[in-house]
């Protein structure tokens, strides 16, 4: 069984906000990074145990955020852009998509470092639908044909990932303690220093959570790969980026469309068109 890990690094518990925390040269990046590389290799572990036979571990974060070294050594890392670059070497020979480290999309309540791609994304959506960063590769997994098994950040986006992808197996490691976003007049300056306050797990407890949540997420599919959906989106695919005003570019487009007729992948990939 070949399994796909995507990794982010601002749902990992610990990481107490971004400014510290999730930038090269920053206090505790390298912490950060150790943190993430721990619940990867809990993941990891799980996966195993429960019946994997091959795991890539995707860098998903955009500086990058996976310790090398650190890594479990049955595992290949990927980092870098793909070609092309959606859905990052995911294809038809994985028996399944997974992510840890993740954070809820844009405009979420009960979130933490709230953001989709960036904090200077109001909402993005496709065919409608809002969806975060998970959301982007989900649909594309569901596209290839491979089941979404398991998905792991902050409590906010393991609701998230339910709702989306029913049947997924999540786990929570830390949960925001704002109940209301209330911020879609903020600019991308502003709310990139909001939605910072989390309630965080023990980092040896999150561990030991993602290590069971992992195995159950293989057993099932092997059990009730049937048991696994996602939510259906029909052609022609339309992903609509509704921008936040940038107080550095006053003149920055406020909503961009990628399309296209018959595929989601083929959409991820086109290139932006403004309004």
Not at 179 to 185: H, I, K, V, Y
Request: glycine share 8%; net charge negative; with cysteine.
């Amino acid at each position: 069984m070949k399994i796909m890990l995507m990794t982010d690094l601002e749902g990992v518990a610990g990481v107490l906000n971004f400014e510290e925390w999730c930038s090269p040269g920053k206090p505790y990046y390298d912490k950060a990074k150790r943190l993430l590389t721990e619940e990867a290799n809990a993941c990891i572990e799980g996966f195993f145990a429960g019946g994997a036979t091959e795991i890539r571990v995707v860098d998903g974060h955009g500086p990058g955020a996976v310790d090398p070294e650190l890594l479990d050594e049955r595992v290949e890392l990927q980092r870098g852009a793909a070609s092309p670059v959606w859905p990052f070497t995911l294809d038809e020979t994985f028996d399944a998509y997974a992510c840890v480290g993740q954070h809820a999309k844009s405009r979420t309540p009960w979130s933490h470092i709230t953001h989709t791609g960036s904090f200077s994304t109001f909402e993005l959506t496709v065919n409608g639908i809002a969806i975060g960063e998970f959301g982007e590769m989900a649909f594309a997994a569901a596209e290839l044909g491979v089941p979404v098994i398991f998905a792991a950040g902050e409590e906010a986006f393991a609701r998230e990932a339910e709702a989306l992808a029913p049947g997924v197996v999540t786990v929570g490691v830390k949960r925001g303690c704002n109940s209301e976003d209330g911020l879609d007049d903020a600019s991308a300056e502003v709310y990139s220093r909001s939605k910072l306050s989390a309630i965080h797990l023990s980092p040896v407890k999150a561990r030991q959570l993602l290590r069971e949540g992992a195995k159950k997420a293989v057993e099932k599919l092997l059990r009730e790969p049937e048991s696994f959906r996602m939510t259906r989106i029909e052609p022609p695919y339309e992903i609509k980026n509704v921008i936040r005003r940038i107080e550095a570019d006053p003149n920055a487009p406020r909503v961009l469309y990628r399309r296209h007729d018959s595929s989601y992948i083929g959409a991820l990939n086109a290139p932006y068109e403004k309004e």
